[in-house]
């Protein structure tokens, strides 16, 4: 899907950049996998894998892109900001880096005051990790015991600043220890390893034990959006991580490895998936744009338009300190682990 996008950023039917998440395409997808439909995920821009599995379809993407009057905000945002609270789940990315965090941590809470323990996930870049508002939000899902499933996607880059000049611990997992939670690395180019660790994660979330910290260690294998070339990141770089490719590796996991697809399935499953993007970007091209009339609408608050309905049953109140265990939960040990 984003090698369409870029094939139409490139004949000029997209308005504003283009974002990928090549080589990154593992975390994404598995992770979102990990989730349960009633629950919730706030994708961030490389995660366009994790929002097809959440059940957006490559034209509602493409459309966005275009700002097609049948795309998900109807034309009025040209890249990713777009969330689905009635059906999907999805919250809406927010652009400033670390902001997800505390709103999905809200999302658990909410759910918690209508009786329900959920897992809730979202994804911050190595990056964007050393934001304040990521410390604030998770140290927040720490303390209230809130089913927060952070993936801290450490791609080497935050737009041309190289890991080592965000961050001086050897994994970002390490923080875990300093937010008192659970903390995990895993290969981020090896989906069954980022689907177990995310799994365990949510199952813990909804055992209401509180907030789990994923490091995924991958690559990201373009510039920060179309427009950045990446001739900053060392050729052999992209050499390591392209022995690495996450679908490359799951291809091989599953014809060679298990044999759970034989050779003719898998070309039967890309032609398949060859088709869909062919038959999703015909209809994203014939699309109109919305008409100029009604520019003005949808843009400002109209009646109802963020009305917010309990999803799970009416919130009970709370007595202070009850931080979601149940009475026979087990006592948290003050020690941590990291895997
Ligand atoms: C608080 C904040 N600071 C700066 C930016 C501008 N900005 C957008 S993406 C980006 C790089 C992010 O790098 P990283 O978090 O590693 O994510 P990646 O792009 O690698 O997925 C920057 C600096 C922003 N959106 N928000
Ligand atoms: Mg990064």
Known sequence: METALENLYK??????????????EACSCASAYALRKDEWLGPMIRNQGALLVRGFSPADIMMQY??????????????????DIEKRNVVSPISTLGDLIPVLAGVALGA???????????????????TGVTYE???????????LVLIVENNLWGYSTPADMQFRVKDLAERSIAYGIPGVIVDGTDACQVYDACHEACERARRGEGPTLIEAKMMRMKGHA???????????????WKRRDPIARLEDYLVNKKRWLTPAENEKLIAGVERQLEADRELAMNSPMPTPESAAGGVYCEPGCHEIKPKYAMPKSVTIGDRGEKPSAPKRSAAVHMK
């Open 112 to 130: 918690r005051l209508q009786g329900k323990h959920i897992a809730v996930m979202t994804y911050i870049g190595d990056g964007g990790q050393s």
């Open 226 to 240: 179309i427009h950045d070339a990446a001739e900053y990141v060392p050729k052999p770089l992209f050499e390591y």
């Open 11 to 24: 004949q000029g039917q997209v308005v504003g950049g283009v974002y990928f998440g090549l080589g990154q």
């Open 66 to 83: 275009m700002a097609k009057s049948g795309s998900p905000t109807k034309g009025r945002d040209a890249s990713s900001h777009f969330g």
């Open 137 to 147: 939000g998770l140290n927040f899902a720490a303390v209230q015991n809130l089913g």
